[in-house]
């Protein structure tokens, strides 16, 4: 069975700018959570999106968004990027029934110069 | 304050030796996870608890939940090199799929 796959995995943006991640789950996943992990601020739940809709979110303000396809890929935006958005941008997949494995995927690195 | 409370927050062992890394929270967890992260990867599902008192193991690493269901703590029986990286546990403490983890353990063995 085929991993959580993230792309691109390092990206470099100016401020201002916007980004869009892309996150493939395992098949047969529902489930896909957003998680911003920084040196500062550790790991942080961003949001998490289950059967297309988006079921809960973390406390980001609202130039972070995602959503979710029906094929259950998931995509996260960012727009107009601030310095403070450098981080590690890591997408987990689960079947989403109850408590399940969470299995994440590798990480997309976004700079922000 | 964090809600998840990781200690200690670095720890360097010998190679043989035994560890114990814990993880505590004021809330009851729901469900608690433990995870390996190398230096920025993705993380590597070690273990899920549920239930109050539950144990489970994988190979040379155990992790407990306590009957209360507000600390759970990781052990390594005879620590290799291979077990280097940091070890981060994640829970819902609400029941609503809204996941916080701790700030990290970063685990460094000395062969």
């Known amino acids: 069975k085929a991993g959580v796959t993230q792309t691109p995995r390092y990206l470099i943006k100016t401020r201002g700018q916007q980004v869009t991640l892309s996150c493939s789950p395992i098949s047969g996943h529902r489930s896909v959570s957003w998680y911003q992990q920084t040196p500062g601020q550790g790991l942080q739940f961003l949001f998490e999106y289950f059967s297309e809709t988006q079921r809960n979110k973390g406390n980001f303000p609202g130039r972070f968004s995602g959503r979710q396809f029906s094929n259950s890929r998931s995509e996260m935006n960012v727009s107009t990027l601030e310095l403070g958005d450098s981080a590690l941008y890591l997408c987990?997949?689960?079947?989403?029934?109850?408590?399940?494995?969470?299995?994440f995927g590798p990480g997309t690195r976004l700079t922000v110069l | 304050s964090q809600e998840l409370e990781q200690s200690p927050q670095s720890l360097i062992v010998q190679e043989g030796k035994n560890l114990t890394i814990n993880c505590t929270s004021s809330?009851?967890?729901?469900?608690l996870y433990w995870y390996k992260q190398k230096y920025g990867e993705g993380l590597i599902f070690l273990m899920m608890?549920?239930?109050?008192?539950e144990e489970k193991s994988h190979e040379k690493i155990t992790a407990k939940l306590d009957e209360k269901k507000q600390q759970s703590s990781l052990h390594i029986t005879a620590s290799q090199p291979s077990h280097a990286g940091i070890y981060l546990c994640g829970a819902d403490i609400g029941g609503t799929y809204k996941y916080i983890f701790g700030t990290g353990t970063r685990l460094k063995v000395l062969a």
């Open positions: 608890l549920q239930k109050g008192g």
């Open positions: 809330k009851t967890l729901y469900g």
């Open positions: 987990a997949s689960s079947s989403g029934q109850g408590w399940s494995e969470q299995f």
